[in-house]
């Protein structure tokens, strides 16, 4: 991993456009702005890389720029992440030979995940009887990669997020979840490709990235994982008070972001909230 990866990843600062000329060099960032379809594929889990294998398959997708966000609430080892690009960039090879792979590129902005996810915990709750990062965080993970698919042609953004697993739920893709999520990025003229959202076998996951490779293993942890089920790891929601934190909150809040990243400039995010609470 590039040291300088390393200070960005310790520091945090608002990196959303423009990308340093070391991470996304000109020759790269014009290649791939002249391929007919390329992708910006989000960096995670064994699930974005399945994502990234069955998307290529059904799309004429024919460069992808592996995409690393990060957000303040992650910990673990980066070297297996970047590692993992790498993973991704072989396994395109071999599935996928015509496909140019880019990058990494790392992005975030810790003023974004703040307001949508941290700022107003007390008032959300007042006003949606419930709380959770988690959902937000998604949303937070969608509009930070706007504006380099928009600087960059990147007609598709490719991620893996599912409706089950196995069964199990997570909160932050639940079928109204990923549906606001595709409609926020089509507001922008962005396409956000889900091609496994109703595979629920992990067995067919492993098919596409290799069946070494268990679920949650070689990927960062976060400290917040699984706080919206009790103490029995049951989990109960709200589908309407999901709905309505969505489109009351955290989606305006992300589109006047995103609004302001497109135009060149930062937020004041103290005030993207003003109104909506």
Same mark, same amino acid.
């Given at each position: 991993?590039?040291?300088?990866?390393?200070?960005?990843?310790?520091?945090?600062?608002?990196?959303?456009?423009?990308?340093?000329?070391?991470?996304? =060099?000109?020759?790269?960032?014009? +290649?791939?702005?002249?391929?007919?379809?390329?992708?910006?594929?989000?960096?995670?889990?064994?699930?974005? /890389?399945?994502?990234?294998?069955?998307?290529?398959?059904?799309?004429?997708?024919?460069?992808?720029?592996?995409?690393?966000? @990060?957000?303040?609430?992650?910990? $673990?080892?980066? %070297?297996?992440?970047?590692?993992?690009?790498?993973?991704?960039?072989?396994?395109?090879?071999?599935?996928?030979?015509?496909?140019?792979?880019?990058?990494?590129?790392?992005?975030? +902005?810790?003023?974004?995940?703040?307001?949508?996810?941290? !700022?107003?915990?007390?008032?959300? /709750?007042?006003?949606?009887? /419930? #709380?959770?990062?988690?959902?937000?965080?998604?949303? #937070? /993970?969608?509009?930070?990669?706007?504006?380099?698919?928009?600087?960059?042609?990147?007609?598709?953004?490719?991620? $893996?997020?599912? %409706?089950?697993?196995? $069964?199990?739920?997570?909160?932050?893709?639940? $079928?109204?979840?990923?549906?606001? @999520?595709?409609?926020?990025?089509? !507001?922008?003229?962005?396409? *956000?490709?889900?091609?496994?959202?109703?595979?629920?076998?992990?067995? %067919?996951?492993?098919?596409?990235?290799?069946?070494?490779?268990?679920?949650?293993?070689?990927? &960062?942890?976060?400290? *917040?994982?699984?706080?919206?089920?009790?103490?029995?790891?049951?989990?109960?929601?709200?589908?309407?008070?999901?709905?309505?934190? &969505?489109?009351?909150?955290?989606? =305006?809040?992300?589109?006047?972001?995103?609004?302001? @990243?497109?135009?060149?400039?930062?937020?004041? #995010?103290?005030?993207?909230?003003?109104?909506? &609470?």
């Amino acid at each position: 991993m590039d040291p300088r990866f390393g200070d960005i990843l310790r520091d945090k600062p608002e990196l959303i456009w423009p990308i340093p000329e070391w991470m996304l =060099p000109a020759d790269a960032a014009k +290649s791939l702005k002249k391929a007919e379809n390329p992708a910006i594929v989000e960096v995670a889990g064994r699930d974005s /890389f399945a994502a990234a294998v069955r998307a290529v398959d059904e799309l004429p997708i024919d460069a992808v720029l592996p995409t690393i966000a @990060y957000t303040g609430t992650e910990f $673990g080892d980066w %070297e297996v992440v970047f590692g993992k690009t790498g993973f991704l960039k072989k396994l395109l090879a071999e599935k996928a030979p015509g496909v140019a792979v880019y990058g990494p590129v790392v992005l975030g +902005s810790a003023g974004l995940w703040r307001i949508i996810n941290g !700022r107003y915990v007390s008032a959300l /709750f007042e006003r949606y009887g /419930f #709380y959770t990062p988690c959902i937000g965080c998604h949303v #937070y /993970f969608h509009a930070i990669r706007v504006s380099l698919a928009k600087k960059t042609g990147c007609n598709f953004v490719i991620a $893996g997020e599912r %409706e089950s697993h196995d $069964g199990r739920i997570k909160l932050n893709q639940t $079928g109204p979840a990923l549906d606001t @999520y595709v409609n926020f990025l089509a !507001r922008f003229g962005v396409e *956000l490709v889900l091609p496994l959202r109703h595979v629920a076998s992990g067995a %067919e996951i492993e098919e596409l990235v290799g069946g070494d490779w268990e679920e949650e293993a070689d990927q &960062l942890d976060c400290v *917040l994982s699984n706080n919206y089920r009790d103490k029995s790891g049951d989990l109960s929601y709200d589908e309407n008070a999901i709905e309505n934190y &969505l489109a009351e909150f955290a989606v =305006p809040v992300a589109e006047r972001a995103v609004n302001k @990243y497109l135009a060149g400039e930062t937020p004041d #995010y103290s005030k993207l909230a003003g109104g909506l &609470l």
